[in-house]
């Protein structure tokens, strides 16, 4: 195929992988909910090359997203659902209506003015959908994120209509009381469920924390993941060197080992 290959193509390739007939057996038995955790691995996987800052990988991963876009729009055409040019009238649709001060003659000053007009419009969009006034503020945010990210985006939905901290000095002072909240919950006979309830706590109130300090908590997670990742993996590499496998006969060995390795990464970004 040429490497000028356009969407159609793609299109007639997932026609001819879920034809009855000449199609793939392994793609005609896919529905909805079975590519559910494939799609949720590419767009993950479309993160990880971002993050990864490496281009031609973030090439592969977005055409690995696409086809998930189109594995579901053939899907749904195939049930009389919808179709791929439908998903992208829609899309193109909404955008130039979530642009007025760009396509029309809305003239929004700042950037603030540009995401309240962008909010006002998703507001009248759910109304049309069905979705009348009375629906929360928090509707809309979906059940499917990652927690750290929902967490965030409930939390940015609140501090529109000011129910937010002041100042970080009140954020703080949160996180140490959900943190003291957790040391009572060993100090007692607690009911297993209230400790999760107090992680829980904990952790959103963490996320509250990062969200003033402008950092992302999702993306800063991912990263000190990666960090303990290298970080470990720079002890077993040590302790291969002298014989040695990691285990609790070593734990002081690997404790120094990961100090030499927090600073030897001690400029780390990632």
């Known amino acids: 195929m040429s490497q000028e290959a356009s969407i159609d193509d793609l299109i007639a390739i997932m026609a001819r992988l879920r034809d009855p007939e000449r199609g793939c057996p392994w793609d005609l038995q896919q529905t909805f909910r079975t590519i559910l955790p494939y799609t949720l691995e590419e767009a993950y996987e479309v993160a990880e090359a971002i993050e990864q800052e490496d281009p031609a990988a973030l090439r592969e991963e977005l055409g690995d997203l696409l086809l998930q876009v189109a594995f579901h729009s053939r899907i749904a055409e195939e049930a009389g659902l919808f179709d791929f040019g439908q998903v992208v009238q829609g899309i193109c649709d909404k955008l130039i209506r979530r642009h007025p001060h760009v396509f029309a003659e809305l003239d929004l000053p700042d950037l603030d003015a540009v995401h309240a007009n962008w909010e006002r419009e998703k507001s009248r969009e759910r109304a049309a959908k069905g979705k009348g006034a009375t629906d929360s503020l928090l509707a809309g945010v979906a059940a499917a994120l990652p927690a750290l990210v929902r967490a965030e985006k409930l939390q940015r939905r609140a501090a529109r209509v000011a129910f937010d901290w002041d100042d970080i000095a009140g954020v703080f002072a949160k996180v140490e009381e959900e943190l003291g909240e957790c040391r009572a919950t060993l100090a007692e006979q607690t009911d297993p469920t209230e400790r999760v309830h107090e992680i829980g706590d904990l952790l959103f109130s963490c996320v509250n924390l990062a969200r003033h300090m ?53 400029n780390e970004l990632s």
């Open 214 to 266: 402008g950092v992302d908590a999702e993306q800063a997670l991912r990263a000190a993941n990666r960090r303990f990742e290298r970080r470990f993996g720079q002890i077993e590499a040590a302790l291969r060197v002298k014989g040695l496998e990691p285990g609790p006969a070593v734990r002081d060995e690997m404790e120094h080992l990961w100090n030499l390795a927090k600073m030897d990464g001690r």
